[in-house]
């Protein structure tokens, strides 16, 4: 069970005074880790469930036709569950408990209520526009490919409700102190798919197309995949019981509560059709660009499957650090809000940003240094080639340069979210959405074929880069400032300490080359060992030197974590 400082198991964290946020690094650092640590596991065995998927389908048509199905749940949960969740609901189950706890309670039951019917009616209309959705976000898929596309849509839909509910049970879990459950539920789905992407390759011989694969293949994968999902929900079960939730069917809504919600959901629901539209070009034109490169013999490598591995591999310092200290943050800035104590918000966030770049900020470093031997080491295995995984390499970098700007960008819409203005964050993301679509666009049309999917991915950057901006200047208005001196005085020391990180990685890499081929495992591994464990220890080194003061933190947080402290 995880704890909030001040808080027992299942208590929400108490709120006295300017403690917390001005000097709540320590207790903000406590309540991260513990989801951290669940997201690491989430994460590693996330990275061998997309190795394995990788070995078994390869990067071609294939793999172009799965990973855009199972796309198309993730992203509808993402942007329409997912928005709506931390935007909306988070915020209103944290104010309703304020309130009254009964009151609290009983909201709780209601809003659970009225999402288990939205998400059965949700599915249900999904599942029979599944072809739609593979012609919008495939519009090149033809014959074999196509009808496959379509078959795991339909079966990989019904994530929808389970993705849902899950959700909804985290967002309970975490309003009652409860971190732990919601970060360690994904590994159950990421061991169920390695273990279906094991027998795949058991009992294929070679890649495997649209056209040559079996009805039991088909079935294995199709509901292996979604089978995860529904583990992964049905695991939160007992520790919703453990923190004294328990579902009570209610749709006695007060009067003005569905109202509230759909007020502060209005806004939200802009942002999601704006930004799905963009998600919807990015894979139709990398889908596109993927047969393209088909049509004129160059391969199969260049489509939506690199575009897609690199994502998730982009995600993963993000996730283990910046959407733990997120969901951490959360609760908190939404109370600071609703007592209007300004002040701790600003302070809350300046923390928050701070802690989750001391790790960030040198995992892109990485990231872009290393990315070939990073590739090679996950991918480079079963159906796909060494030239495949640099595919990969090349798209990961370019997400790496995103991954600062993202990370700023998206902690910054908390704090919009905590005062309930989902208004702004609309507004914003009209702003980011237009630029990733004309970055789209030109990279489609501007570069070789082979390149297409790696611009996309450079005009992602430059979209976070333009909505980090955009958003630090309405933000700093709404707060009176944002400790911007502080922010920026501690990342400028971070990028100092980073060069150490980049030379040290840069020259293992460089000698590595010099010695022999990188395009193999051993050597790839050994590489990215020695590049990842010296840079990361010269990090450390220089960032203590520089008087890092969240280096500083971090030390005396662990460091009470040892025996005998």
Same mark, same amino acid.
């Given at each position: 069970?995880?704890?909030?400082?001040?808080?027992?198991?299942?208590?929400?964290?108490?709120?006295?005074?300017?403690?917390?946020?001005?000097?709540?690094?320590?207790?903000?650092?406590?309540?991260?880790?513990?989801?951290?640590?669940?997201?690491l596991a989430s994460r590693i065995t996330g990275f061998l469930r997309t190795?394995?998927?990788?070995?078994?389908?390869?990067?071609?048509?294939?793999?172009?036709?799965?990973?855009?199905?199972?796309?198309?749940?993730?992203?509808?949960?993402?942007?329409?569950?997912?928005?709506?969740?931390?935007?909306?609901?988070?915020?209103?189950?944290?104010?309703?408990?304020?309130?009254?706890?009964?009151?609290?309670?009983?909201?709780?039951?209601?809003?659970?209520?009225?999402?288990?019917?939205?998400?059965?009616?949700?599915?249900?209309?999904?599942?029979?526009?599944?072809?739609?959705?593979?012609?919008?976000?495939?519009?090149?898929?033809?014959?074999?490919?196509?009808?496959?596309?379509?078959?795991?849509?339909?079966?990989?839909?019904?994530?929808?409700?389970?993705?849902?509910?899950?959700?909804?049970?985290?967002?309970?879990?975490?309003?009652?102190?409860?971190?732990?459950?919601?970060?360690?539920?994904?590994?159950?789905?990421?061991?169920?798919?390695?273990?279906?992407?094991?027998?795949?390759?058991?009992?294929?011989?070679?890649?495997?197309?649209?056209?040559?694969?079996?009805?039991?293949?088909?079935?294995?994968?199709?509901?292996?995949?979604?089978?995860?999902?529904?583990?992964?929900?049905?695991?939160?079960?007992?520790?919703?019981?453990?923190?004294?939730?328990?579902?009570?069917?209610?749709?006695?809504?007060?009067?003005?509560?569905?109202?509230?919600?759909?007020?502060?959901?209005?806004?939200?629901?802009?942002?999601?059709?704006?930004?799905?539209?963009a998600l919807a070009v990015v894979t139709a034109l990398a889908n596109r660009?993927?047969?393209?490169?088909?049509?004129?013999?160059?391969?199969?490598?260049?489509?939506?499957?690199?575009?897609?591995?690199?994502?998730?591999?982009?995600?993963?310092?993000?996730?283990?650090?910046?959407?733990?200290?997120?969901?951490?943050?959360?609760?908190?800035?939404?109370?600071?809000?609703?007592?209007?104590?300004?002040?701790?918000?600003?302070?809350?966030?300046?923390?928050?940003?701070?802690?989750?770049?001391?790790?960030?900020?040198?995992?892109?470093?990485?990231?872009?240094?290393?990315?070939?031997?990073?590739?090679?080491?996950?991918?480079?295995?079963?159906?796909?080639?060494?030239?495949?995984?640099?595919?990969?390499?090349?798209?990961?970098?370019?997400?790496?340069?995103a991954l600062v700007p993202f990370s700023i960008y998206q902690l910054m819409?908390?704090?919009?979210?905590?005062?309930?203005?989902?208004?702004?964050?609309?507004?914003?993301?009209?702003?980011?959405?237009?630029?990733?679509?004309?970055?789209?666009? &030109?990279?489609?049309? !501007?570069?070789?074929?082979?390149?297409? /999917? *790696? $611009?996309? #991915? =450079? @005009?992602? %950057?430059?979209?976070? +880069?333009?909505?980090?901006?955009?958003?630090?200047?309405?933000?700093?208005?709404?707060?009176?400032?944002?400790?911007?001196?502080?922010?920026?005085?501690?990342?400028?020391?971070?990028?100092?300490?980073?060069?150490?990180?980049?030379?040290?990685?840069?020259?293992?890499?460089?000698?590595?080359?010099?010695?022999?081929? &990188?395009?193999?495992? !051993?050597?790839?591994?050994?590489?990215? /060992? *020695? $590049?990842? #464990? =010296? @840079?990361? %220890?010269?990090?450390? +080194?220089?960032?203590?030197?520089?008087?890092?003061?969240?280096?500083?933190?971090?030390?005396?947080?662990?460091?009470?974590?040892?025996?005998?402290?």
């Amino acid at each position: 069970m995880g704890t909030l400082p001040g808080g027992g198991p299942g208590e929400p964290p108490k709120v006295g005074g300017t403690g917390q946020a001005t000097g709540g690094g320590g207790g903000l650092l406590r309540s991260g880790a513990i989801m951290a640590v669940g997201t690491l596991a989430s994460r590693i065995t996330g990275f061998l469930r997309t190795a394995v998927i990788v070995a078994a389908l390869g990067t071609g048509m294939l793999a172009n036709a799965y990973n855009t199905a199972n796309t198309i749940p993730n992203q509808i949960y993402d942007l329409l569950l997912g928005g709506i969740l931390v935007s909306v609901i988070v915020p209103l189950l944290v104010r309703a408990k304020e309130r009254d706890p009964e009151y609290g309670e009983q909201y709780e039951q209601r809003v659970f209520t009225l999402a288990v019917i939205g998400l059965g009616v949700l599915t249900v209309v999904a599942v029979l526009c599944a072809p739609l959705f593979i012609d919008i976000l495939a519009g090149s898929f033809t014959d074999d490919q196509r009808d496959v596309a379509i078959l795991f849509a339909r079966f990989f839909l019904p994530q929808l409700f389970f993705y849902g509910v899950g959700a909804f049970a985290g967002a309970i879990l975490n309003t009652r102190g409860s971190f732990g459950a919601p970060m360690w539920a994904p590994v159950l789905n990421n061991l169920v798919v390695i273990g279906i992407g094991g027998a795949f390759l058991a009992i294929t011989a070679g890649p495997v197309t649209p056209s040559d694969i079996t009805d039991g293949q088909m079935m294995l994968l199709s509901l292996g995949t979604t089978g995860g999902i529904v583990l992964q929900t049905v695991a939160l079960w007992p520790s919703l019981r453990r923190v004294g939730f328990r579902w009570r069917p209610r749709l006695n809504f007060q009067r003005g509560e569905i109202g509230e919600v759909g007020r502060l959901a209005g806004w939200t629901l802009v942002y999601v059709v704006a930004t799905q539209a963009a998600l919807a070009v990015v894979t139709a034109l990398a889908n596109r660009a993927g047969n393209l490169a088909v049509d004129e013999g160059i391969g199969e490598g260049y489509g939506y499957t690199p575009y897609f591995n690199a994502y998730q591999l982009f995600q993963l310092p993000y996730a283990i650090v910046g959407v733990s200290v997120i969901t951490a943050l959360l609760p908190r800035m939404s109370r600071f809000a609703a007592e209007g104590k300004t002040a701790d918000v600003r302070a809350a966030f300046s923390t928050g940003l701070r802690l989750s770049s001391l790790i960030i900020m040198p995992a892109a470093a990485l990231m872009l240094v290393l990315g070939p031997e990073i590739t090679t080491v996950l991918f480079a295995h079963g159906n796909t080639s060494a030239e495949d995984a640099l595919v990969i390499a090349r798209v990961m970098q370019m997400f790496a340069i995103a991954l600062v700007p993202f990370s700023i960008y998206q902690l910054m819409l908390r704090v919009f979210y905590a005062h309930r203005d989902t208004r702004t964050p609309a507004l914003i993301g009209m702003v980011t959405v237009t630029t990733n679509i004309i970055m789209a666009f &030109t990279a489609y049309n !501007v570069l070789d074929v082979e390149w297409i /999917v *790696v $611009g996309i #991915a =450079g @005009g992602f %950057a430059i979209t976070n +880069v333009v909505g980090t901006l955009t958003c630090w200047l309405v933000l700093r208005r709404k707060l009176g400032g944002v400790d911007g001196r502080r922010i920026v005085g501690g990342h400028l020391k971070l990028a100092v300490a980073l060069w150490p990180l980049i030379g040290f990685a840069y020259a293992a890499h460089t000698v590595a080359d010099a010695l022999g081929d &990188t395009s193999t495992l !051993v050597p790839a591994l050994v590489t990215l /060992v *020695v $590049g990842s #464990a =010296g @840079g990361g %220890a010269l990090y450390l +080194v220089f960032a203590k030197l520089l008087r890092v003061e969240e280096i500083q933190t971090a030390i005396s947080t662990f460091a009470r974590k040892l025996p005998g402290r």
